[in-house]
């Protein structure tokens, strides 16, 4: 979701990513099953602006990080197009895929095993900048020592190894690894779930002087919501691989139209009573991406009145307010019979 005047930099149109489980020969002549495919990411559509901070959420093994991930090439996508500043890079390969992922880079969620721990920071943050072609030594060092003061780190950190670090200034070496690269988009998967809530906050704030500073775009992943609220322009709610409802974070978290983004808002929790919304519990279990339910996805789950078609017809997705969209039968009118 972009705002009309903003130039977009990133759109998604139509993605899968599908993973296949193979089956043996054994098992396949006695089940007479053929390979099974996970789907991840089944039919994905998103407008990224220049500049913008797009919050993801949803529950766990929704596919939020294969998303992430098919994004910038670091997994293929079975299916649809990635258009990247006009250029759609589904089709790029060899050195072209690699002049494309010098623009986009990812901060990953585990700053623990995100690093070499057989590196230095030297090697970590300056292997980047030798791929990007800075090939002079004092060069790049000179770079590392900038890029380290950036994220808020000492250079005098520049011949320790990751095991030397908290888990903080791990995440803020990942960083450092990401910027090296020159992005200008960058896929942040849940780079604060793993700290401390102090730490967190002052990761969140780093990631925003840096957006400010070389004019980043953020794809940031998350659990909690309250750091996508503080973070976000807009966030995109993701449920079984398809993404359920999108607004600009006020819009979405003062009027949430889906169910399951009601459920997840209803979870906050909040000091003031009168703030409070009404808790919305959400039964049975999420059904498996294997064998995705027919109709809309959520209907095995949903508290609404479920009509027949929740369960036979997958629901549109459309613009039911101004840059508000969902994909709900009860908001696209076709409950009704429209």
Known sequence: MTN????????VKNLHKYYTIKQSYL??????HKDISVQAVDGINLRVGKKQTIGLVGESGCGKTSLGRTIIRLQDPTQGQIIYDGEDVTKLHGEQLNQYRHKMQMVFQNPYASLNPRKTVRDIVGIPLKNRGVKEPMRREEIVYDLLQKVGLSPRHINLYPHQFSGGQRQRIGIARALAMQPEFIVADEPVSALDVSVQAQIINL??????EFDLTYLFIAHDLSVIFYIS???AVMYLGKIVEMASTRELFEHPLHPYTQALLSAIPVVDREARRDRMILSGTVPSPINPPPGCRFHTRCFNKRGGCCNEKE???REVAPEHWVACHHYTGEAQGE
């Open 27 to 32: 098992t396949k002549l006695l089940t007479r």
């Open 4 to 11: 009309p005047q903003q130039e977009v930099l990133l759109e």
């Open 315 to 317: 629901p549109a997705w």
């Open 207 to 212: 990631l925003e002087e840096l957006q400010d």
């Open 233 to 235: 322009d807009a966030v």
